[in-house]
């Protein structure tokens, strides 16, 4: 299994709060990702990072932010959580990024509710 | 935006029974991928496939890549429960696109 872990596992929290959550990698790959899956969506991509403190935005990027000072560490923001933002969030990393035959490596997922 | 529509959406079989998942777009990709995911875990790679018209075996389930590079397909031949679970397609462009996701029941 490719070392990523993700904390936590479950969150609870209310609307209006900040929440962070965390995914930590040990296979020092360059690409890190931030998912959320919900049903009849698929995975959709919310930031992604190419590099220590490099970071970009995916598809639904908007009210979620993301900070990567260390290579191991990819972490996502929910400013002030809604409950639009509840879901289950998986990370994901990539040695390589773009190239055609790449490989992502998914964390076991963080179940966010917000109430 | 580029969306991939997998059908059917819900699969529920006995074991034994042959089944073919359908992962369609409008959008052309570089290359696509298949990912399974079990109930509390992350989606966990299958196969990529590359070249338009594509086929590859991987022992029961078979993969193949549109001749236009713009859909799927995955055939599983007599399902195990063991097949249960969400099967996801991905198509690879500037980033990975996943589709809607077929959600696979195997009863025995």
């Known amino acids: 299994d490719a070392g990523i872990t993700q904390s936590p596992r479950h969150k609870v929290t209310e609307t209006g709060t900040p929440v962070t959550l965390r995914c930590h990698q040990t296979e020092n790959h360059r690409y890190m990702y931030w998912y959320r899956q919900d049903p009849g969506h698929g995975l959709r991509l919310i930031h992604y990072?190419?590099?220590?403190?490099?970071?970009d935005k995916g598809e639904v990027s908007d009210g979620y932010s993301v900070s990567r000072s260390k290579t191991e560490d990819f972490l996502l923001t929910l400013e002030s959580a809604t409950s639009s933002q509840t879901s289950v969030y998986f990370c994901a990393i990539s040695p390589l990024g773009s190239p055609s035959t790449d490989t992502q490596y998914f964390g076991p997922g963080t179940r966010l509710t917000v109430l | 935006t580029q969306l991939l529509e997998q059908s059917p959406q819900f699969l529920s079989i006995q074991e034994g029974e042959n089944l073919t998942v359908y992962c369609n777009s409008s959008?052309?990709?570089?290359?696509l991928q298949w990912y399974r995911q079990e109930p509390g875990e992350g989606p966990v790679l299958l196969v990529t496939v590359v070249t338009g018209g594509e086929v590859k075996k991987l022992k029961r389930l078979t993969f193949q890549f549109g001749d236009a590079r713009k859909d799927s397909s995955l055939h599983i031949t007599a399902a195990q429960p063991g097949d249960t679970g969400l099967y996801l397609c991905a198509g690879m462009s500037d980033k990975l696109i996943f589709g809607t996701g077929t959600r696979l029941q195997v009863f025995p």
């Open positions: 990072s190419y590099g220590v403190k490099d970071t």
């Open positions: 959008s052309v990709f570089s290359s």
